[in-house]
Nanobody
Framework: VQLQASGGGLVQAGGSLRLSCEAS????????MGWFRQAPGREREFVAA??????????ADSAKGRFTISRDNANAKNTVYLQMNSLKAEDTAVYYC?????????????????WGQGTLVTVSS
């Protein structure tokens, strides 16, 4: 699976961004997908995940109520999205999408097999 993340940019605090991650290669619908982020000097942390059939979603506490993960398995779009609203300065990071299939869904970065290249989100306060 090859993953290509996009949609990052510079936004003011309180604003919104939608990240996209397009997958190609193996059967996308069989993978659960996740978004992680890494700020300078910090560990890569979990943000949100969605199961292969989109029936289950998990969010980090920092993302609950503000971020929404979704996916489009139909029409060969093979894309997962992260809608981010009410952005804060502490959301500034490089955001990575990832895919895995060892479980139904996962929040640990060690349960993901494929990673995109990352897209930078900068929130100005």
């Amino acid at each position: 699976v090859q993953l290509q993340a996009s949609g990052g940019g510079l936004v003011q605090a309180g604003g919104s961004l939608r990240l996209s991650c397009e997958a190609s290669g193996r059967t996308f619908s069989g993978y659960y997908m996740g978004w992680f982020r890494q700020a300078p000097g910090r560990e890569r942390e979990f943000v949100a995940a969605i199961s292969s059939a989109a029936g289950i979603t998990y969010y980090a506490d920092s993302a609950k109520g503000r971020f929404t993960i979704s996916r489009d398995n139909a029409n060969a779009k093979n894309t997962v999205y992260l809608q981010m609203n009410s952005l804060k300065a502490e959301d500034t990071a490089v955001y990575y999408c990832a895919a895995g299939r060892s479980r139904v869904i996962a929040t640990s970065k060690f349960e993901y097999d494929y990673w995109g290249q990352g897209t930078l989100v900068t929130v100005s306060s």
